[in-house]
């Protein structure tokens, strides 16, 4: 399988917090975890299997009172 198909768009995704801790940039917030890395990547290392968790965001249109 591709690289491109194992792992989902992180910046797509409703989970994805961008933080401004030092060394830990990226939080997921479906699974709970802050890293140095994407979590995708964590997760692939970790666990050998692409990330389940995740949920698209929802589209601009897609929000109350747009």
Do not use: N
């Amino acid at each position: 399988m591709s690289d491109q198909r194992q792992r989902p768009d992180c910046f797509r995704c409703r989970h994805l917090e961008i933080t401004w801790e030092h060394g830990r940039g990226y939080a997921c917030r479906g699974m709970g975890f802050k890293s140095k890395e994407i979590p995708w990547r964590v997760v692939l290392a970790s666990s050998g299997q692409p990330c389940q968790v995740f949920s698209p965001k929802p589209g601009r249109g897609a929000r109350p009172g747009a």
